[in-house]
């Protein structure tokens, strides 16, 4: 059983780009979440997100953010018209249905130029 | 909004006892969770204690938890130099993805 894949594992974007960052769940897990750390900072939660539906989206930034997690493949995170401030590393983390414990990706890191 | 505290860095020589300390304003935490962060990887969690437990026990690792007073620590016995890492704090509901994490506590283990 793999663990949670996140990919690309770099990406970089010029300003005004769009960037989408990629997170298959393990395998039997139907809960996604996503977090952003910032250079020298804890994670941050965005948004959490069962099959086709958005469960609690408290963390993410109003406007140019956007998450999905259909019902076939993986789940989705979409930075619209990035800004140098979007560059981070952004987690992604499946758990079970009623689980204590999520698993985490490696990560994406996103430097915008 | 919640907070979570953790002072930055610890040092400790390979063979001691590292203590890794975290305050936090959530008092409806059901679970506390102890995450490890190597460079460049994502998070393994650790361990967890549950909110009516003190103390928890897991090999080289102990939990303890003062839930008056909103105070986790997390002690590693016989630290070597493979615990160096980025240790989080991480309150938590009964849901476990969705976490507050603190800045983190480096640890560094010189041989």
């Known amino acids: 059983n793999a663990g949670v894949m996140q990919n690309p594992r770099h990406l970089v974007r010029r300003r005004g780009q769009e960037a989408r960052l990629r997170c298959s769940p393990m395998?039997?897990?139907?809960?996604v979440y996503w977090y952003r750390q910032l250079p020298e900072e804890g994670l941050k939660f965005m948004v959490y997100?069962?099959?086709?539906?958005?469960?609690?989206e408290s963390g993410m930034p109003k406007e140019r953010f956007s998450a999905e997690f259909p019902k076939e493949g993986p789940s989705i995170l979409r930075i619209q018209q990035v800004v140098r401030g979007d560059s981070a590393a952004y987690f992604c983390?499946?758990?079970?249905?009623?689980?204590?414990?999520?698993?985490f990706g490696q990560g994406t890191r996103l430097t915008v130029v | 909004g919640e907070d979570v505290e953790q002072s930055l860095f610890l040092s400790v020589r390979e063979g001691d006892s590292s203590v890794i300390n975290c305050t936090y304003t959530?008092?409806?935490?059901?679970?506390l969770y102890w995450y490890k962060q190597e460079p460049g990887a994502g998070l393994q969690l650790l361990t967890y204690?549950?909110?009516?437990?003190d103390m928890k026990q897991d090999q080289r690792l102990t939990v303890l938890l003062n839930k008056k007073d909103k105070h986790l620590s997390l002690r590693i016995a016989d630290t070597q130099t493979g615990d160096s890492a980025i240790y989080f704090c991480?309150?938590?509901?009964?849901?476990?993805?969705?976490?507050?994490f603190g800045q983190g506590t480096e640890l560094s283990v010189k041989p």
């Open positions: 204690i549950f909110s009516n437990m």
């Open positions: 991480a309150p938590g509901g009964n849901q476990g993805g969705k976490l507050i």
């Open positions: 983390a499946s758990s079970p249905l009623d689980s204590l414990e999520a698993f």
């Open positions: 959530d008092s409806s935490s059901t679970y």
């Open positions: 395998k039997g897990h139907s809960h």
């Open positions: 997100l069962q099959k086709e539906n958005i469960i609690d």
